[in-house]
């Protein structure tokens, strides 16, 4: 099991020949993620990210299950608003299933920056981009179990993906064998020292009462 801390910058996965016979030149459309044509490209990139990931999910570092293909490559830049990016190795992480569902369609993408070609500032994405960036740049696993931003954009990332969701805490207090009690009285005193106006203390409250019941 991997360290939570991780980084992707300067390991960006780099076509091989038979990529680059699929989609040099290709301008990919909606729908083409699908193609089986693509399936050895999406393993090939899946694997080395998944190692570099230490074997968990880019964004809540929940441990991820490789057998089967039951978790997804998230597209940083949603591909039915972006399908040029589509196939970029800088355009995908390997993440678990609830953060790609949660982030879903949102738009990472800063208005006013060139569509033909992929971004590659970090301050061009409104929330984490994990090749650019460090994870611990912005976000931080609190006692281990609670997620608190560094930064704006860090914050944003936890609302984006719901950082703050109920699975992610019950995953990582099974790892530090922390029982139902401590756990509750741990994110009694978290809630304290967050915004009581935002959405992010809404979301440990919510979470707090379906582990406590
Ligand atoms: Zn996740």
């Not at 393993?43 to 997804?72: H, M, S």
Request: charged share 25%.
């Amino acid at each position: 099991m991997g360290d939570i801390k991780y980084s992707l910058l300067g390991k960006t996965y780099v076509y091989d020949n038979d990529d680059l016979d699929l989609l040099d030149g290709y301008e990919p459309q909606k729908g083409d993620w699908k193609d089986g044509a693509f399936d050895d490209f999406k393993k090939n990139i899946k694997t080395l990210y998944y190692n570099d990931q230490n074997e968990r999910c880019a964004f809540c570092r929940k441990i991820i299950n490789f057998e089967g293909y039951t978790e997804p490559l998230e597209h940083i830049l949603y591909k039915d608003r972006y399908p040029q990016w589509m196939f970029h190795p800088k355009n995908l992480v390997v993440s678990c299933d609830p953060c790609n569902g949660k982030k879903s369609k949102f738009n990472s993408l800063v208005n006013g920056c060139s569509l033909n070609v992929f971004p590659i500032q970090p301050q061009y994405f409104v929330t984490l981009n994990p090749h650019l960036e460090d994870w611990n740049h912005h976000l931080k696993l609190k006692k281990g179990l609670f997620f608190i931003a560094k930064t704006v954009k860090g914050l944003k990332t936890i609302e984006v993906y719901k950082l703050t969701r109920s699975d992610v805490i019950h995953h990582h207090s099974k790892f530090k064998r922390i029982n139902k009690e401590s756990l509750a009285k741990k994110a009694a005193k978290l809630a304290y020292e967050v915004n009581p106006n935002s959405n992010n203390y809404m979301t440990i409250m919510n979470s707090i009462d379906a582990i406590i019941g």
